[in-house]
Structure formats: structure tokens, C-alpha cells
């Protein structure tokens, strides 16, 4: 069996959906939850059932428009954003070699090398900080991490804030291998943070990569003329690190 993940839309679409599903029914009660408070027990359960409905209806919205999107994509562009579709799977076995050996860590992956493997991102820029990956040429964006051999694991994220809106990640949902993360922020100026979340996973062997996935708000140019950028964006990304706990 191929160690090689697959990054396109549906493979995306499998490791969050019933995340995707659990993160609306929790924000559809949290709206719900003076109405819930206030009816009685029968009719309660029949508001809590039409809850969890209106959830995988919206987690369906979701990936109906992200293969909308993707649909819409030009073959080049697929093959940017997805390049190991397309690579022969004699030339992947060949790739392959020998045994991984065992990583250490902590690694660091920078959005600007050809070791970064993900699905979702715009092209790398350069800016003043260093290398940089826009999200939002797809609904979600996933980025390969070496898992470390798994166990008790820190992720540590570099992001920034598009078009002068404030860094917040209360907007943004995110997800290893499936797994909710929540982030705690180590600094913040507003425009650039460094954020990190701890998550406990099974022993793993070596070599394998976990996926990061990132679910959140997505945003337009509010300028106007010729230099507007027209496409739709989401958080930046400049480094990701992953390290033992």
C-alpha cells in the first residue's frame, strides 16, 4: 500500500465531513439554545433532531460548493493545486525507496519549498517575512505534517490576516487528521500570530504524514481599480512546525 496520501477534493471532503457536521450542530444549539431551554421535554427532542439535520445539510452545502469550485478549474490548475494526481504511479513506487526512517523533530514546513505538499493554497508569495501560501482556492486547505512516529504532539502555526482584517481564528475551524484543534494564541499584533494546539494520537509508523486541514472564513478585496485582487482568500500560512509535546 502506497504511503502517498491522497490530497484532492474528495479525500479533503471524507476527513472533515462528520467534523464539519459536528462544528454546525454545535453552533446551530448554541443559537438554538434559549428556544431549547424554554419548551418542554418531548417537544425539545423533536427541535434537537431537526438540529442535527439542518447540520448535515449544511456540512452537504459545503462540499456541493466545493465541487462547484472545483468543477470550474482548468486542467492546469488542477494540476498546481493537486500535482500528485497526475504523477504516473510507476514513477510514485519508484519515489518511494527504501524504509523511512524514524524523524525526530521538530520540523518545520515552509509554504515557499518544494517540500510543501497541500491542497487548496494559492501559489507561495514572497513577502517581507519570508515565504507565504494564501488558503482559498478550494472551500478547505490541507498541508501534509510528519506525524512523528504520533503520541502526545505540539502543532505551532505562523499566520496572517488578508485585506487588513483582524487576525482572529474565531472564524476558522481546524482539523488533524480529522481531530478538532483548538489553538491557544502565543502572540497576535493583529495582522500576523503564532498560535499552537496540543493533540494526543495513536503510535504511528514511520514516515507517515498527518493531514492538516484548515475550514474557515474566506475573504474579497475591499479595493477598488486595477491592482484589486479578485480572487477570494482565507488565512495566510508562513510556517507550520510540528514537534513532540
Known amino acids: 500500500m502506497s504511503d502517498l496520501p491522497d490530497l484532492s477534493p474528495d479525500r479533503a471532503a471524507a476527513l472533515v465531513s462528520a467534523a464539519l457536521e459536528r462544528r454546525h450542530a454545535e453552533r446551530i444549539q448554541d443559537e438554538a439554545a434559549p428556544l ?4 418542554e421535554e418531548a417537544p425539545r427532542e423533536v427541535a434537537e433532531l431537526l438540529i442535527a439535520e439542518l447540520a448535515r445539510l449544511n ?7 466545493d465541487a462547484q469550485r472545483a468543477a470550474a478549474r482548468s486542467r492546469e490548475d488542477r494540476i498546481r493545486l493537486d500535482p500528485l494526481r497526475f504523477i504516473p504511479a510507476e514513477r510514485l ?6 524504509a523511512p526512517a524514524p524523524e525526530e523533530g521538530p520540523a518545520v514546513v515552509d509554504p515557499g519549498t518544494p517540500e510543501f505538499v497541500g491542497f487548496g493554497w494559492w501559489q507561495a508569495e514572497e513577502t517581507e517575512g519570508g515565504s507565504l501560501r494564501w ?3 478550494s472551500r478547505c486547505a490541507t498541508v501534509l505534517l510528519p506525524a512523528l512516529g504520533g503520541g502526545e504532539l505540539l502543532v505551532t502555526l505562523r499566520l496572517r490576516a488578508p485585506f487588513g482584517v483582524p487576525l482572529d481564528l474565531a472564524a476558522q475551524d481546524w482539523f488533524l487528521d480529522g481531530v478538532p484543534l483548538r489553538f491557544e494564541t502565543l502572540s497576535n499584533d493583529r495582522v500576523t500570530g503564532v498560535f499552537a494546539a496540543r493533540i494526543g ?10 493531514c492538516l486541514l484548515l475550514h474557515g472564513a474566506q475573504y474579497e478585496d475591499p479595493a477598488t481599480g486595477p491592482k484589486r485582487d479578485a480572487r477570494r482568500i482565507g488565512l495566510g500560512l508562513i ?3 510540528i514537534e513532540r509535546a
Open 239 to 241: 510556517w507550520a512546525r
Open 135 to 137: 488558503s482559498g482556492a
Open 59 to 65: 456540512a452537504r452545502l459545503d462540499a456541493v460548493e
Open 36 to 39: 431549547l431551554g424554554a419548551i
Open 201 to 210: 494520537l495513536p503510535a504511528m509508523p514511520a514516515g507517515t504524514k498527518l
Open 93 to 98: 513506487a519508484a519515489a518511494q525507496g527504501g
